[in-house]
T-cell receptor, first 114, second 111 residues
Framework: EPEVTQTPSHQVTQMGQEVILRCVPI?????FYWYRQILGQKVEFLVS????????KSEIFDDQFSVERPDGSNFTLKIRSTKLEDSAMYFC????????????FGDGTRLSIL | QKEVEQNSGPLSVPEGAIASLNCTYS??????FFWYRQYSGKSPELIMF????GDKEDGRFTAQLNKASQYVSLLIRDSQPSDSATYLC???????????FGSGTRLSIRP
């Protein structure tokens, strides 16, 4: 069964450094998402991406965050200057279409900011 | 703002019994609902989705939707220890957009 893949599985970074989290969505999917989950808390939406542009973003997704689809397969989340509070699991998801279609999640990247 | 509410649990169910997980939602206009299973430290895994009022069955899982009462449930028959996880109820916020997750119900199946 097709799946969403994420790399790396664990990223440890010094505060203030830039990180790039990578995702390969399911190949025929058109909608891409990033979520995060701080330990013990809810899964929170960060951003959705369709047709090479952001379709929606949350209040969390401020100027330090950016997303890109650099080629036909990868979807990346960049955090420009990391803060301690960015430590979380980051999940990439994709769906075949938007709206009511379920989203399929990757295994996540655990980001630890020191 | 749409909200999805779940009892955080833990819900403890003996092995072989039926586990019943419940979820309420605030927006009467919500059209579809997803149940995800999340093991500790892992990602959400889609196990059921339901769009219409009534029941939808898939193996040991049955999702139930009651739009009049704004209530969604998940039944797990013949519960197994491997079903022990947190179950997340979720609904799309708008087209091409985010999923709103509940805080999840922690289910524990005791042998």
């Amino acid at each position: 069964e097709p799946e969403v893949t994420q790399t790396p599985s664990h990223q440890v970074t010094q505060m203030g450094q830039e990180v790039i989290l990578r995702c390969v969505p399911i190949s025929n999917h058109l909608y891409f998402y990033w979520y995060r989950q701080i330990l013990g808390q809810k899964v929170e939406f960060l951003v959705s991406f369709y047709n090479n542009e952001i379709s929606e973003k949350s209040e969390i997704f401020d100027d330090q965050f950016s997303v890109e689809r650099p080629d036909g397969s990868n979807f990346t989340l960049k955090i420009r200057s990391t803060k301690l509070e960015d430590s979380a699991m980051y999940f990439c998801a994709s769906s075949g279409s938007g709206g009511n279609q379920p989203q399929h999640f990757g295994d996540g990247t655990r980001l630890s900011i020191l | 703002q749409k909200e999805v509410e779940q009892n955080s649990g833990p819900l403890s169910v003996p092995e072989g019994a039926i586990a019943s997980l419940n979820c309420t939602y605030s927006d009467r206009g919500s059209q579809s609902f997803f149940w995800y299973r999340q093991y500790s430290g892992k990602s959400p895994e889609l196990i059921m989705f339901i769009y219409s009022n009534g029941d939808k069955e898939d193996g040991r899982f049955t999702a139930q939707l009651n739009k009049a009462s704004q209530y969604v449930s998940l039944l797990i028959r013949d519960s197994q220890p491997s079903d022990s996880a947190t179950y997340l109820c979720a609904t799309p916020y708008s087209s091409a957009s985010k999923i709103i997750f509940g805080s999840g119900t922690r289910l524990s199946i005791r042998p």
